[in-house]
């Protein structure tokens, strides 16, 4: 097969995979040869060859197979004029390249990340409502909610949600112009659109998507002429019953140095928070990714416990999580060890240094109080009521056992009780706890509460 006519049978996907999917993946594919049944083309990094293996792969076979090829098999691999440096994270990767003409029509939105896709993400509480409401976008037809907003601490999966609608909504319909961009991409593009007096073009582009997605819009806050532009866009595409998507590390409302109206207009639409992970959605995306792993690295023994373990202790975010996992088996198969606790410690001993919660007396004494539903006030005050003395103690002694404090200093924070009150306290603690069963439970559930 000759370029010649390679070139005419890519002109052929267009109809298969849409305009704009056409010219940022199938036309920078160079054809490098086709022997036995496998066509192989050169692309210009491994996430781009991996990309269209997945999402087109089977649409260009089909081609080349209507063409009168036979084609068995389609193969990417990286060009030698332009090998990039290895990647880790390929959605940081720029766009491939593409001609200028062609800019107006091409969606300046950054490649997604194959891996961020809804079977890869692991629903548990936390994310439960978030993950439905980026379902029910997904699924397109009319819009609901206008935007859909979502936020939440870092690593919670925001833009992986994002991803997954953007792959979802492109699978269904290839000619769908979904956006995706982080904020401060928009900004980018806004401020080279002025540079080069083009913002008409600019303006023209974001009017004329179905679904704009902007991922953590609390950069633009203070950057006041990105801001207004951003709320014309936005207010343009809400008129036409265009999908928004947008996602910040923190409510709209919460955002600061962000105009006024464009708050309002945030929360107009469904406002879904990610919680923090809880020890379950943990554990859950643990043993998803192990699945993973187990067919890279063949033959490593993961010894019971580890996952549970880390699920435990690794409690910041979801990608330092994921770091410690890729770390441990990377690691363990340099070495040729099974991964047990013992090599956990070792070799993930600064990630779990750092994820070591200092908990402090004040959320003690405030778990504590919740707890046995009194008021805080009462728990420094001088009251010497049974019913509150007792759930005082129980905070002394939590406060001994989980801080580093000495007697002294935790006396202090106990409105200025003398250490001698502090370590009677602690004491009558851990006589009852041997005896009422009651107040045993009550330890353990704190406990739990407290280290998360
Ligand atoms: P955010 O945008 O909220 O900072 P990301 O979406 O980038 O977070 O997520 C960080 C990493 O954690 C990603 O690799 C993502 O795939 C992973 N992750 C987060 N939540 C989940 C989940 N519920 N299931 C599977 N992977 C998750
Ligand atoms: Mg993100």
Redesign the pocket.
Known sequence: MTNESWGQVREGLIKRVGKNNYVTWIEPLRLAGLKNGVARFEVPTTFFGDWVLRNFGDQIRLQLTQSGESVDRVEFAVGNGNQPAPETRPAAKPAPQRARAELTDVLPGGPLDS??TFD????GKP?ELAHAAARRVAEGGPVTFNPLFLY?G????????MHAIAHELQAKSGDLRVLYLSAEQFMYRFVQALRERQVMDFKELFRSVDVLMVDDVQFIAGKDSTQEEFFHTFNALVDQNKQIVI?ADRAPGEIKDLEERIKSRLQCGLVVD?HPTDYE?RLG?LQ?KVDYYRQQYQGLVLADGVLEFLAHRITTN??VL?GALTRLFAFASLVGREITLDLAQDCLADILRASDRKLTIEEIQRRVADYYNIRLSDMIGPKRLRNIARPRQVAMFLSKQLTTRSLPEIGRRFGGRDHTTIMHGVRKIEELKSTESQLADDLLLLRRLLQG
């Open positions: 891996r961020f890869s993400f692991v629903v994310n939440g870092v690593g919670l999966g925001k833009t992986h949600l996602s990610l959605l995306i998803q979801v990608r994921e």
